[in-house]
């Protein structure tokens, strides 16, 4: 029988972990209040570099099958709009604007696109012309992938996971009921992988990315459009993958429309009033 005093001596630890442990703000709120407190457990520096790994490597593989930046005018449109927007990230992150920001695109059927730690970007052909995107609408893409950066919600996951594997491991050994802690660095890097955002995370995407948009002087309005043309992307069943996690139509909507008040007064006074 294991001593009660194991059972209060556990439960401290794992509560420790949650309360003490790296709670901050990855953001500053702007104009929609993104400003939550986030775990984070992990350096910032080193998920940028495997970011970097990760990219490098898409990059190369795709350039040897003659995929990427083929098409030199949906390229040179993709850059344009991320050159109006990252500008506007001081906003959240001082820090921001400074990243080493790069924008690709792959030729490619796949409705994707994605903004991984410290600023690489890459957009997919079909995404944008089999949706017949609009300036406006990419904008609102983008700044929605760039928001996830913004917030380091893979950090976040990261940390999430590397907790409560943390937390299991010290439970049973505080119970003496053996190592039950596998690698802590194969968590964190199975965690980065694997990482498919929470709703939770994709809602607050789409909060942030509309106000950069509107910021850059791309209309926030066509958050509306653009969600309505990928849930019809599939036979009106579902939206691209990488859009797979989000709320309900009507309640995505609604979301946006909810927004449009604090969003369209800073894409008016970016279009100088017009």
């Not at 953001?27 to 993104?34: D, E, F, L, N, Y």
């Not at 937390?167 to 596998?182: C, E, P, R, Y």
Request: glycine share 8%; charged share 20%.
């Amino acid at each position: 029988m294991v001593p009660p005093y194991k059972f209060i001596a556990a439960a401290l630890a794992i509560a420790a972990l949650g309360t003490t442990a790296g709670c901050q703000s990855t953001t500053s709120g702007g104009a929609v209040g993104a400003d939550r407190q986030q775990l984070l457990l992990v350096s910032s520096a080193e998920l940028d570099r495997m970011a970097a790994q990760a990219y490098n490597k898409l990059q190369a593989e795709s350039a040897k099958k003659g995929t990427l930046n083929t098409d030199a005018a949906l390229t040179r449109r993709v850059r344009a709009i991320a050159t109006r927007i990252t500008p506007q990230t001081r906003v959240f992150r001082a820090d921001a604007p400074a990243w080493k920001w790069e924008v690709n695109t792959i030729t490619s059927k796949e409705l994707n696109a994605f903004c991984m730690p410290g600023g690489k970007i890459m957009f997919y052909s079909g995404l944008i012309q089999q949706l017949r995107l609009t300036d406006d609408e990419i904008a609102v893409v983008m700044g929605h992938e760039i928001a996830h950066a913004l917030r380091e919600h893979s950090r976040e996951q990261v940390s999430q996971a590397i907790a409560a594997q943390t937390a299991i491991g010290v439970g049973a050994a505080l119970l003496g009921l053996g190592d039950a802690t596998a690698s802590v660095a194969n968590t964190a890097y199975d965690a980065l992988i694997a990482t498919r955002f929470s709703r939770s995370d994709e809602t607050e995407a789409d909060r942030i990315g509309l106000e950069l948009s509107a910021r850059a002087g791309y209309d926030p309005r066509a958050g509306i459009t653009l969600w309505k043309k990928m849930l019809s992307a599939n036979d009106g069943g579902r939206p691209p993958e990488f859009l797979s996690t989000h709320p309900a139509e009507n309640r995505r909507i609604q979301e946006i429309e909810a927004l449009l008040p604090t969003v369209l007064p800073l894409y008016q006074a970016a279009r100088g009033g017009r």
